[in-house]
């Protein structure tokens, strides 16, 4: 299946632990974003590459730390985590250039923080 | 970020009732375009819009590009049950910029 894919779907840990999500597209697309979506539904950018050099860089902890091997993989790690971190984190991934700005989202993964 | 003003924020409808949701900005937009989210789900596109003035279908959906550029509506005809979820705009100000802006979602819930 031609998709973004997310690894893994729940995560459950306690406060101040380090976790990592991994993200992967086969689209073919070369930007990759990490959205932040909180109880209240709101999408919040937290991050984007294009190509694997970081462009988008949202007023984010520097606790998070996005990483991306090559063009297909946007992995998010997350040091000393917090109470607030807990929420559901997105993966997406575009094509950029001219005519738009179409991102295909993964199915999200719940960060819930003890 | 720039914010996208959507409204309503949810709305109850009875099957078989058409629904009409629209999207706000105090700046132009390039790009508009409509995401659902199910329970559960990430966002699915359902439609991207490239012209003022355009009008765009996808079965029951039809979403427009509104004139001024400042704004989009999304129409769902003969609502089904499935279509219950989070609908999303988002829109892109620049051509080749990839940042989106997005409203905070309309939860549509049909009553059977």
């Known amino acids: 299946d031609t998709a973004v894919s997310q690894t893994p779907k729940y995560l459950v840990t306690q406060m101040g632990n380090d976790k990592s999500i991994k993200c992967e597209q086969n689209l073919g697309h070369d930007t990759m974003y990490w959205y932040k979506q909180d109880s209240k539904k709101f999408l919040k950018i937290m991050f984007s590459y294009n190509n694997k050099e970081l462009i988008i860089n949202e007023t984010v902890p520097n606790r998070f730390s996005p990483k991306s091997p090559d063009k297909a993989h946007l992995n998010l790690h997350i040091n000393s985590l917090e109470l607030g971190d807990s929420a559901v984190y997105f993966c997406?991934?575009?094509?950029?250039?001219?005519?738009?700005?179409?991102?295909?989202f993964g199915p999200g993964t719940r960060l819930t923080v003890l | 970020g720039q914010q996208l003003n959507q409204s309503p924020q949810s709305m109850f409808i009875q099957e078989g009732e058409d629904v009409s949701m629209n999207c706000t900005s105090s700046s132009i937009f390039n790009t508009w375009l409509w995401y659902k989210q199910d329970p559960g789900e990430g966002p699915v596109l359902l439609i991207a819009?490239?012209?003022?003035?355009e009008l765009t279908s996808n079965g029951r959906l039809t979403a427009q590009f509104g004139i001024t550029r400042k704004d989009s509506f999304l129409n769902i005809s003969a609502s089904i049950p499935s279509d219950v979820g989070i609908y999303f705009c988002a829109g892109q100000r620049g051509y080749g910029n990839n940042r989106l802006a997005f409203g905070k979602g309309n939860q549509v819930v049909v009553i059977p």
């Open positions: 997406a991934s575009s094509n950029q250039g001219h005519g738009g700005n179409e991102q295909f």
């Open positions: 819009l490239y012209k003022a003035g």
